[in-house]
């Protein structure tokens, strides 16, 4: 079986939408002001220290990104002051 080559662009809009889906998921279930960047920088925000991990692990880290996680990060990145 061949591996797929992605672009970059392809590669960015496929984490983009899977982001828009977790957002989406999240406003399902009441947490209306969620938006994709805010679900990637939470789920990036682990990688500062180590990088960049492979694909499928960015596509897990974002489809089983729970609402306790997100809502962590949130706060603490509101206790730094830091924007999100």
Same mark, same amino acid.
């Given at each position: 079986?061949? &591996? %797929?080559? /992605?672009t970059d662009k #392809?590669?960015? &809009? =496929?984490? #983009?939408?899977? @982001?828009?889906?977790? =957002? %989406? &998921? /999240?406003?399902?279930?009441?947490? &209306?002001?969620?938006? =994709?960047?805010?679900?990637?920088? @939470?789920?990036?925000h682990k990688y %500062?220290? %180590?990088?960049? $991990? $492979?694909?499928?692990?960015?596509?897990?880290?974002?489809?089983?990104?729970?609402?306790?996680? /997100?809502?962590? /990060?949130?706060?603490?990145? =509101?206790?730094?002051?830091?924007?999100?």
């Open positions: 079986m061949a &591996e %797929e080559v /992605f #392809e590669l960015n &809009e =496929a984490i #983009e939408g899977l @982001c828009r889906s977790k =957002a %989406e &998921e /999240f406003r399902l279930i009441g947490y &209306e002001h969620v938006t =994709a960047s805010d679900v990637w920088n @939470c789920v990036s %500062e220290k %180590e990088g960049t $991990p $492979p694909l499928y692990q960015l596509v897990n880290d974002i489809l089983s990104l729970k609402v306790i996680q /997100f809502m962590n /990060f949130i706060t603490i990145s =509101a206790y730094r002051g830091s924007q999100f």
